[in-house]
């Protein structure tokens, strides 16, 4: 006659199946999702440049960044004019840690070497993305916001926002805003960006430092500045 005793290795060893049959199916679910996404940064690459933007992606991207990560990354700095996938000459990007490089730089999130890097499963994830130098204004591309776990985002002559897709990025804390001149005026959809985990906004040279009538126009309480800080910013501790 069966006991309970004889029954526990039984129960333990469905209960270890199933678990890694839930497990094994996570695990194709994430597989299947990285795959979609490499597919949709690759379809927003022109035709006769896929080839050359794998090719750059792969010499540049260290082994340290997580690579769906950088290929997002590689995507931004060709749609912002850094790189021209048309250009024989580009052969690889550098990738420069916070602080140097010429026109970007960027960190993970651990305790990398060259760049300030931190650790999922022994590849890091893009947190910090500074956009700056460049000769011409260029517009931030959407694809950006595919970097989910951006913390802080710095850009300087930037002529527009993707302000939906930002407002989709979960993690953003800090945005400084440098030489952006059209971003702030009264005809930026400012309703539309919704940053509800932002502590830290920082504008220098972007319109609302003129002096006259306009000067920090996020005095009057009628501002359409002063109203988006107040209801799509809750969490806003510093303003500069």
């Not at 933007?53 to 997002?72: A, K, Q, T």
């Not at 595919?146 to 985002?153: I, M």
């Not at 939906?164 to 030489?179: C, F, G, I, K, Q």
């Not at 306009?214 to 359409?224: A, K, Q, V």
Request: proline share 5%; aromatic share 4%.
């Amino acid at each position: 006659m069966a006991t309970k005793l004889d029954d526990e290795p039984e129960k333990t060893a469905t209960a270890t199946t199933a678990a890694g049959t839930i497990e094994a199916a996570a695990t194709a679910a994430k597989r299947r999702e990285q795959l979609q996404l490499r597919e949709t940064i690759l379809a927003e690459i022109p035709e006769e440049h896929r080839a050359k933007f794998l090719e750059v992606c792969v010499r540049s991207i260290p082994s340290n960044v997580y690579f769906l990560d950088g290929m997002v990354l590689v995507s931004v700095l060709t749609k912002i004019g850094y790189a021209d996938l048309g250009d024989p000459r580009l052969k690889r990007i550098e990738f420069t840690s916070m602080g140097y490089g010429v026109g970007w730089c960027c960190a993970i999130d651990d305790d990398g070497d060259d760049i300030n890097v931190n650790s999922d499963n022994g590849v890091g994830r893009i947190v910090k993305l500074r956009i700056y130098g460049l000769v011409d204004p260029f517009d931030l591309p959407t694809c950006v916001a595919r970097l989910d776990k951006l913390t802080d985002l710095d850009v300087s002559g930037c002529r527009s926002l993707p302000a939906e897709a930002l407002s989709t990025l979960p993690n953003l804390r800090d945005l400084v805003l440098a030489s952006c001149p059209n971003l702030l005026n009264d005809s930026f959809p400012l309703h539309q960006m919704k940053l509800p985990r932002l502590t830290t906004l920082r504008i220098h040279g972007s319109g609302r430092e003129e002096s006259g009538s306009r000067r920090l126009s996020i005095r009057s309480s009628s501002s359409p500045f002063l109203t988006w800080m107040i209801t799509k910013l809750p969490h806003l501790e510093n303003l500069r």
